[in-house]
Structures are given as structure tokens and as C-alpha cells.
Nanobody, 128 residues
Framework: QVELVESGGGSVQAGGSLRLSCRAL????????VAWFRQAPGKQREGVAR????????LYADSVQDRFTISQDSARNTVYLQMNSLKPEDTAKYYC?????????????????????WGRGTQVTVSP
């Protein structure tokens, strides 16, 4: 189990930027993958980006890989999501999630059901 707290959401116009933060309190011996998901009302939760804090390996959803950047500050167990060139379709509640393992198939990291720990979310709203 790990506690996750997101922050940094807000309202911006299309083309604007936001930087989300996810503070993670991990178990001493935990090896968590950390990912950002988003969920719009009535929609499935979708994976946005993932990082392995141990290796630094990152993955992005195709829809955001040219615009979003995930990074980490290991000293404070914080993962960031820099979101540039925001679009109205990016509007959603963004969640930080963590898991100790992901099934070894392509795209598994984008499946919310494999993540066992979730923050409460931070709202991102992009107008026009």
C-alpha cells in the first residue's frame, strides 16, 4: 500500500499548460510503478503515462506522447506530469496510481485494473 496525493490541476485554455504533481508515500521495500490516469464523466479511466521510479523507464499513451512529459523527484517520492498543448479532450479528472507489478504484455500499464493504489484525483479543465 502507498498513499498518493495529486495536485496541480486547474482550468486552462486550449494550448495552455499545466503541471501535475503526485506525491507518493511508498513502502520501504516497495517497487512501485507509478502512472497517471484520467477519467472524464461517463468514460473509462485511461492511462496517460507511466514511470518506473527505479529504472526511470517511461511510457506514454499515443494521444499524449508528443505533449506530456512524466518525470520524478526521487528524493521526495514525487512524480510529475507536465502537460503542454492541452486540448479540450484532455479535460478529465487526473489520477495518480501505483502498482507493484504490471502484466507483461504491451499496453497493460494503461489498464486501471492492474493498479492497486489511487489518489483522489485532480481536475483538469481545458476550455474551447
Amino acid at each position: 500500500q502507498v498513499e498518493l496525493v495529486e495536485s496541480g490541476g486547474g482550468s486552462v485554455q486550449a494550448g495552455g499548460s499545466l503541471r501535475l504533481s503526485c506525491r507518493a508515500l511508498r513502502d520501504t521495500n516497495g517497487r512501485y510503478f507509478v502512472a497517471w490516469f484520467r477519467q472524464a464523466p461517463g468514460k473509462q479511466r485511461e492511462g496517460v503515462a507511466r514511470i518506473n521510479p527505479s529504472s526511470g523507464r517511461i511510457l506514454y499513451a499515443d494521444s499524449v506522447q508528443d505533449r506530456f512529459t512524466i518525470s520524478q523527484d526521487s528524493a521526495r517520492n514525487t512524480v510529475y506530469l507536465q502537460m503542454n498543448s492541452l486540448k479540450p479532450e484532455d479535460t478529465a479528472k487526473y489520477y495518480c496510481a501505483a502498482t507493484t507489478g504490471i502484466p507483461p504484455y504491451d499496453g497493460a500499464w494503461k489498464d486501471a485494473r492492474y493498479f492497486e493504489n489511487w489518489g483522489r484525483g485532480t481536475q483538469v479543465t481545458v476550455s474551447p
